[in-house]
């Protein structure tokens, strides 16, 4: 399942999440304010900010990308 690392007041993270559903597609919410492990998951990914979008271990990105979430099943 795609994870999507977030934080309660970062405005990308939640059209990453509005573009996500409008897509039907499904994926868990990691906040990273609720959960600082989270934040060294991410890093230990090289990111420094969210929101994180991890699809496989090997694919993943930071920030809202409607050009990377728009392969995922559900928009093509």
């Given at each position: 399942?795609?994870?999507?690392?977030?934080?309660?007041?970062?405005?990308?993270?939640?059209?990453?999440?509005?573009?996500?559903?409008?897509?039907?597609?499904?994926?868990?919410?990691?906040?990273?304010?609720?959960?600082?492990?989270?934040?060294?998951e991410?890093?230990a990914m090289?990111y420094?900010?969210?929101?994180?979008?991890?699809?496989?271990?090997?694919?993943?990105?930071?920030?809202?990308?409607?050009?990377?979430?728009?392969?995922?099943?559900?928009?093509?």
């Amino acid at each position: 399942m795609i994870k999507v690392y977030t934080s309660p007041t970062c405005q990308p993270c939640r059209l990453t999440k509005q573009y996500l559903d409008r897509g039907n597609i499904a994926y868990e919410t990691i906040d990273i304010v609720e959960n600082p492990a989270a934040v060294s998951e991410i890093a230990a990914m090289g990111y420094r900010q969210v929101p994180v979008v991890v699809v496989t271990p090997d694919e993943h990105w930071n920030g809202f990308r409607p050009d990377l979430m728009g392969n995922l099943r559900g928009f093509r």
